[in-house]
């Protein structure tokens, strides 16, 4: 199953939902996707362009979303629309990964282990032993874990 991470950004109305639709729908019919929403940069949105997003998951069953970075507001309308069934979010990307990436169900309680996380590159789950560099070992890309168990795209040289 391929992966695929959307930053929603700015204004997500009808017109950048159809957008959505229209990018996505050709990759998803052919085959099963993992996806992220991140919804960090989205600003503005509409019943219509949330709508498009649940339908898009509707439409394709055999994918699995998930959504991470919403605002208490976005999480009103969220809920509200029944999104959260369809696509449940989280406080942070790597939590969304993690999700994504393990297969398990969704909890409600659902908190990552915090001796594993995700590759910012590749999303591939890695043991890890706290903060440090770490390399992941499927596609060789090197990272900083912080204490928060937070990757960034760098390494730390102290």
Same mark, same amino acid.
């Given at each position: 199953?391929?992966?695929?991470?959307?930053? *929603?950004?700015? /204004?997500?109305? %009808? @017109?950048?939902?159809?957008?959505?639709?229209?990018?996505?729908?050709? #990759?998803?019919? =052919?085959?099963?996707?993992?996806?992220?929403?991140?919804?960090?940069?989205?600003?503005?949105?509409?019943?219509?362009?949330? *709508?498009?997003? /649940?339908?898009? %998951? @509707?439409?394709?069953?055999?994918?699995?979303?998930?959504?991470?970075? #919403?605002?208490? =507001?976005?999480?009103?309308?969220?809920?509200?629309?029944?999104?959260?069934?369809?696509?449940?979010?989280?406080?942070?990307?790597?939590?969304? /990964?993690?999700?994504?990436?393990?297969?398990?169900?969704?909890?409600?309680?659902?908190?990552?282990?915090?001796?594993?996380?995700?590759?910012?590159?590749?999303?591939?789950?890695?043991?890890?032993?706290?903060?440090?560099?770490?390399?992941?070992?499927?596609?060789?890309?090197?990272?900083?874990?912080?204490?928060?168990?937070?990757?960034?795209?760098?390494?730390?040289?102290?």
């Amino acid at each position: 199953m391929k992966e695929l991470i959307v930053n *929603l950004q700015g /204004k997500l109305d %009808s @017109l950048l939902g159809n957008t959505f639709r229209e990018k996505t729908d050709p #990759l998803l019919r =052919s085959e099963p996707h993992k996806i992220l929403l991140d919804a960090r940069d989205l600003q503005v949105w509409d019943e219509n362009g949330l *709508l498009s997003l /649940k339908n898009s %998951s @509707l439409s394709h069953l055999s994918s699995k979303y998930a959504a991470c970075g #919403l605002s208490e =507001s976005l999480m009103g309308d969220w809920n509200r629309l029944g999104l959260r069934e369809k696509i449940p979010y989280f406080k942070t990307r790597e939590e969304a /990964k993690y999700y994504l990436v393990s297969g398990q169900n969704l909890d409600r309680s659902f908190e990552p282990n915090e001796s594993t996380t995700a590759c910012p590159a590749c999303l591939q789950i890695l043991r890890v032993q706290g903060k440090g560099n770490y390399r992941c070992p499927s596609c060789g890309h090197t990272f900083y874990l912080t204490a928060d168990y937070r990757t960034a795209s760098y390494e730390k040289l102290f």
